[in-house]
């Protein structure tokens, strides 16, 4: 499957392969960590989440991995399908403030 | 329930003019957010509400802006004498005061400011 390796604003991948994009979060001290989907048109549609205590957490076709030491948090999509087609980002909160600071998307292009 | 509601879906508006925003939160959540996203990037935060009480407030929140939640229910996000740079797309979200959850977002109203 496509991978990106840093940050990348597009990606474009074959239906039926994996996925990965990547993020960069910005405060060493946010604890919580989201990934948005957003739809031309429409508002970011929550798809995972992970708490800074875990390195990875599975959804129904996603994996969502956390690497605290550089900061990085990665979105892996298997068999990727034109609904995936949108652009995703990464988000981060720090304590209970409930604010969400939002990383640079990445549109995800999906060739029948 | 539907989800988070916003009303207008678009406005179009002359330079100098007022305009108001509405946004009706999931029915339970205590919190309410207001972002402004311009095209090509992220939602930045703009304030948030914890039930009638603004608790924070964005930098990018100029004088010209004020929002409320006189109830705790509803929220209205006023833009004053509007610039063309207010023009984007601002988007309301609404999430439960547990701590380490999801934030639920609306259609967010599209402002272009002529």
């Known amino acids: 499957g496509e991978s990106v390796g840093l940050h990348l604003p597009t990606l474009s991948v074959q239906e039926g392969d994996n996925s990965i994009i990547n993020c960069a979060y910005s405060?060493?001290?946010?604890?919580?960590f989201i990934w948005y989907k957003q739809e031309s048109g429409k508002g970011p549609q929550f798809i995972i989440d992970?708490?800074?205590?875990?390195d990875k957490r599975q959804g129904q076709r996603v994996t969502v991995l956390l690497n605290k030491t550089v900061k990085h948090l990665s979105l892996q999509i298997a068999a990727t399908q034109p609904g995936d087609s949108a652009v995703y980002f990464c988000?981060?909160?720090?304590?209970?403030?409930?604010?969400?600071?939002f990383g640079q998307g990445t549109t995800l292009q999906v060739k029948p | 329930d539907t989800g988070v509601s916003q009303d207008p879906r678009h406005k179009i508006t002359k330079r100098g003019q007022n305009v108001t925003f509405r946004c009706d939160p999931i029915?339970?959540?205590?919190?309410l957010y207001w972002y402004r996203q311009t095209l090509g990037q992220g939602p930045e935060f703009l304030t948030y509400?914890?039930?009638?009480?603004?608790?924070?407030k964005s930098r990018l929140l100029s004088d010209r802006f004020s929002a409320e939640r006189p109830k705790g229910s509803f929220s209205t996000l006023e833009i004053q004498r509007t610039e063309q740079g207010d023009s984007a797309m601002y988007l309301c979200?609404?999430?439960?005061?547990?701590?380490?959850?999801?934030?639920?977002f609306g259609q967010g109203t599209r402002l272009t400011v002529v």
């Open positions: 029915s339970e959540h205590n919190r």
């Open positions: 979200a609404s999430s439960t005061t547990a701590q380490n959850t999801e934030a639920f």
């Open positions: 405060n060493s001290a946010s604890d919580y």
């Open positions: 988000a981060e909160k720090s304590g209970n403030t409930g604010k969400l600071i």
């Open positions: 992970i708490r800074s205590n875990m």
């Open positions: 509400f914890q039930n009638e009480a603004q608790l924070e």
